[in-house]
């Protein structure tokens, strides 16, 4: 009696030890998650810094553009007033040459 329960105790001992291994790989594996989890993070907030960056470059650019169209189109409205008045003058001209 005393041999088997000598025997349960050192299965028991042997059961305890896979035990504890089994957790302590699961501990393991558990921190290398949140290693990897912390650089996917700062990974993220990499990105998230550099679309921040093209999208101000990009706002920059259209505010640029929008700029450049506004002076093309001022420009065009002052030329053709100037041709308009060109040829107010050419008319009153032509009206007092009659």
Do not use: P
Not at 12 to 35: F, G, H, P, T, V
Not at 54 to 83: F, P, T, V, Y
Request: glycine share 0%; proline share 0%.
């Amino acid at each position: 009696v005393e041999q088997k329960l000598q025997l349960q105790h050192q299965q028991q001992s042997s059961d305890d030890i896979e035990i504890r291994a089994k957790l302590m790989a699961l501990n393991a594996e558990a921190l290398e998650c949140r290693a990897v989890a912390v650089q996917l993070q700062q990974e993220a907030r990499m990105v998230l810094s550099k679309a921040a960056e093209i999208e101000k470059l990009a706002n920059d650019e259209l505010d640029q553009q929008k700029l450049e169209m506004k002076e093309k189109q001022q420009e065009k409205e002052r030329n053709r007033a100037a041709e308009l008045e060109r040829r107010v003058k050419l008319e009153e001209e032509r009206q007092r040459l009659k």
